[in-house]
């Protein structure tokens, strides 16, 4: 039977912000900033560097993805763009949000086709004004003086930090800003994270459905690209990993070209990227459709984990990750003893031998960006509409001192948000955690 047909599927996503929330953005900015200002300072000047172009080789780009912080107030897709948000000086003057972008010529159109006009510009984001990138600086001498508290990503370009230093009374940092307010999602973000996340699931199951019996890491990798770009996923939202056997347990393995053993299991941890926002989704399975014992015991003591997790993260009254990352110890302590992967019968040794054997957090926030907002504190009571993961894993040693389990690496990792009405959403259902599901995709099992 032909498990994987090439069936025509919806690929469109179409974006779910509307122009009007990046200028709402901005000005909730520009509000959060207006509360930092000192004594002596008249007026908040943010200038934000956009992605730039970065190339393989003479000629050969490198693929673009813009800045999360820069389209995130923008919405703008193109590279090598600046903006400006000034405040209003006086009370009947108009704050001005300036995009600095530059034309392409008739050539450059030709070889590279055309950038949006600048209408469009202009109506996604409700610019004031839409000048060429080289009237950056000459801008910025009119706009910053010693009475300007000047907002800047100061990483971003050491000159333009040097410029700015000279010309405000201070240059603060942005990002941890930026982060504050991305952290939470609109209700336009949260409908973009379920499309994502639901087009990831997808991907990923639809993945498995057609891996059984593949021979190589990179056979996968294309079919995860494959499934994914199919449904319209724009690009991979961070390198895949695919990984068989014991390079499961190097958790950043980004290779994906070894071969693969019929009795191993894969973890495949990818995200797709849509409308700037991405999923973060990871499962194992084993390649030939059948669990070993010792892979199936294994799995559903790390499942038991996993189910846990999200009821218990469900029924906090506010969640918290740092506390989330407690109990995700506790369970991985309690499970792994009881399979007999853990031997002691020290609480504390326990605990410890867990942290050996999962040795990442369960959780990172996610947005438009798969570690997203890394400077927002995990140990915070979350509100509603906040996108996160949850992801157990399980990477045993090949020295471990239970033999059987040796060079099993595992993580299921799905996506959920934080719910207005209490508990939280599961973003990525699509996707089968159950063993004998996961084999019912593969069609090894009734
Ligand atoms: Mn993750």
């Known amino acids: 039977m032909l498990r994987n047909n090439r069936k025509v599927i ?16 901005r000005a909730n900015l520009m509000k959060m900033l207006k509360k930092e200002v000192k004594t002596g300072e008249k007026q908040v000047v943010v200038v934000m560097k956009g992605a730039r172009k970065s190339f393989i080789a003479p000629d050969v780009p490198h693929a673009f993805r813009q800045k999360s912080h820069f389209r995130y107030f923008s919405g703008v897709t193109t590279s090598d763009c600046y903006y400006l948000l000034q405040s209003p000086t006086s009370t009947d003057s108009q704050s001005s949000q300036i995009l600095f972008a530059d034309r392409r010529s008739e050539y450059e159109e030709l070889w590279e086709g055309k950038l949006p006009s600048e209408s469009e510009w202009e109506e996604t984001a409700k610019f004031t004004e839409i000048v060429p990138t080289n009237r950056l600086l000459q801008t910025l001498e009119k706009v910053v003086d010693k009475g300007t508290a000047v907002f800047f990503d100061t990483t971003s370009d050491d000159f333009l930090n ?31 994270m379920r499309d994502v996340c639901n087009l990831g699931a997808q991907t990923m199951a639809s993945m498995i459905s057609g891996s059984r019996n593949l021979y190589n890491e990179n056979a996968i990798f294309g079919l995860l690209e494959f499934e994914g770009r199919r449904r319209g996923s724009e690009m991979q939202a961070y390198p895949a990993v695919i990984a068989g056997g014991v390079r499961a347990n190097t958790i950043h ?41 010792a892979q199936l015991s294994l799995y559903e003591a790390l499942l038991y984990v996993h189910e846990e997790l999200i009821t218990y993260a469900h029924n906090m009254e506010k969640v918290r990750l740092s506390a989330l990352f407690r109990r995700m110890n506790e369970l991985l302590a309690a499970s792994f003893s009881e399979l007999g992967l853990i031997q002691t019968k020290d609480h504390k040794e326990m605990i410890h031998q867990a942290e050996k054997l999962c040795p990442h957090h369960v959780s990172h926030y996610l947005g438009m960006d798969v570690h997203d907002c890394p400077t927002v504190s995990r140990d915070i009571d979350l509100p509603p509409n906040v996108a996160f993961t949850i992801e157990p894993g399980v990477y045993v040693p090949m020295d471990w001192p239970v033999k059987e389990f040796r060079g099993i690496g595992y993580r299921i990792e799905d996506d959920v948000a934080t719910s207005p009405t209490g508990g939280i959403e599961l973003l990525t259902a699509a996707v089968p955690r159950d063993p004998i599901e996961i084999q019912r995709l593969m069609g090894t099992a009734e």
Do not use: M
């Open 10 to 25: 919806n690929s469109l996503w179409p974006s779910r912000i509307p122009n009007e929330e990046y200028a709402a953005r």
């Open 253 to 293: 393995y980004l290779d994906a070209n070894n071969d693969l053993n019929p009795s191993e299991c894969v973890l495949v941890d990818a995200g797709c990227d849509l409308n700037g926002y991405v999923s973060d989704v990871t499962r194992c399975f084993p390649i030939s459709g059948y669990w070993s014992d």
């Open 162 to 192: 040097k410029f700015l230093q000279n010309k405000a009374n201070s240059v603060k940092e942005v990002n941890h800003f930026i982060e504050r307010l991305r952290v939470v999602k609109s209700e336009n973000e949260i409908d973009s």
